[in-house]
């Protein structure tokens, strides 16, 4: 299973390439003629921004150790705790598990919205074998691919070696094969495998408007392809007749190769312009930013060896960590280990006395061997809760010893222990020694914990 963090990090990296890479492309090469270079330019630069986080430099710590550009947002403070009198519970909720379920959260919504997207794009390819299936005994093979006669159910377009053909339309021999040279275009220079490429990269990066944009941009720079290839044997104004004859058609599947597209006046006005020879600064800008971002989301040997000595370093100056590879754990997990709080901690009669309730933040570092140090509150409410955390903590078993690189290291872990007095309207004495506790919460709540040591005291004026 691939880690979360991992995941998220692949996202983030291959996206801000897509960004950047198809920003380039709308900005400085999309008034470029030159659509090889063009088509070349999108299909490497696409390519590049997934494989640029999988590269083995990407990243001085690979896999379970990887650094990821969403770990400054992972919090180490540990779900709270509340107490409540002399009853206890925890809470599954605080910043780490909030910081993580977001990632869970934003993991499947991402998922969702792959697996709608590629059930659309395989029905959508279930659709036009089953109508290749049905036309079978009408098929005719010609050199280099399979006529499909449409009978005007489907416009003509081609899938790989697939020449769907609209045979109700009126045309002459002439235009006739002038549409299926087009075609033929599209099936000898293979832009329908850069169609199924960026289809599946827009349902992966589905969110991004710029998987959407280059997707759309690689149909056109085909379009013009197939045009620059048909003119080739045509007359120029036959042509852009013949463009406008058939602009009307109906819609096609998105994956294939349309003759009759919206941008015929994009085209027509295309082949007005005399070709120009490439421009050398933009195209070398282009290398030049594809270089950069290898460069900038991976480092050399060198770089790996550097990070081992700054981990080396950092063990041996004792630093405390609050992001590891491996985060400390209490023994038995820490479902064991609130349950240990919530038994062994009591909410001190002074505080309950005194109506004093409210938050404390304790503090503390699990060293390289496992053992809770410098147990501190490091923001309280005083009337004894403090130092009643605190002990408590401090008190706990030897935890999984943390790790960074592989090593052991020092963790600071941050806890959270609520002080709650609850319901004003009813009054709790301990079962044991009959001391009156004060204010402690409804008597559902007591239940519902299962706190047996407690029960309410009815008031006499309510007798």
Known sequence: MIPVNSYINF?????????????????????????????????????????????DLANPFPGEYGTSF?????????????????????????????????????????????????????????RLFTFYRLRKSLQIVCPGYILVPTDGKWPTFSF?????????????????????????????????????????????????????????????????????DTLKSNDL????????????????????NHFNKSLILKRIENMKTPPSKPSVLKWSGALSLMVTLV????????????????????????????????????????????????ENMTYPAQARKAGIEGKVYVQFIVDKNGNLTDVEAVKGIGGGCDREAVRVVAASDQWSPPQLGGKAVRQKIILPITFKLGD??????????????????????ILNKNNAALRPVVSKDKC
């Not at 299926?180 to 099936?187: N, P, T, W």
């Open 295 to 342: 460069i900038v989301f991976s480092c050399n040997e060198p770089a790996i060896d550097h990070s081992d000595q700054i981990v080396e370093t950092a063990l041996a100056d004792q630093e405390v960590y609050q992001i590891v590879d491996k985060t400390a754990v209490p023994p038995g997990g820490y479902k064991k280990f609130y349950q240990y709080i919530t």
């Open 11 to 55: 996202l983030l990296e291959a996206n801000l390439c897509l960004l950047l890479l198809g920003s380039f492309y709308l900005l400085v090469l999309r008034k470029e003629r030159h659509f090889k270079l063009k088509r070349y330019y999108l299909l490497v630069g696409t390519a590049m921004s997934i494989l640029i986080p999988f590269l």
């Open 237 to 256: 104004a036959g042509y852009k007749s013949l463009l406008a004859k058939i602009a009307l058609g109906r819609v096609t599947p998105s994956f294939g």
């Open 160 to 228: 790989f070696k697939l020449l769907f053909f609209d045979n109700t339309l009126t045309l002459s021999k002439s235009e006739k094969d002038n549409i299926i040279r087009h075609e033929e275009a599209h099936i000898k220079q293979w832009h329908s495998a850069d169609i199924v490429f960026f289809e599946l990269v827009k349902i992966l990066f589905w969110f991004n408007p710029m998987a959407w944009q280059l997707r759309k941009t690689i149909q056109h720079t085909h379009e013009f392809l197939a045009d620059e």
């Open 70 to 126: 969403f770990y400054p947002f992972q919090s180490m403070i540990l779900p709270g705790v509340t107490i409540v009198g002399s009853a206890s519970y925890w809470q599954e909720l605080g910043q780490s598990t909030i910081a993580f379920s977001l990632n869970d959260v934003l993991i499947t919504l991402h998922g969702l919205g792959i697996l709608v997207l590629l059930a659309t794009f395989l029905f959508q390819l279930y």
């Open 424 to 445: 004003p309207k009813k009054t709790y004495k301990d079962k044991s020694t009959g001391e009156n506790i004060g204010r402690i919460g409804s008597e559902n709540d």
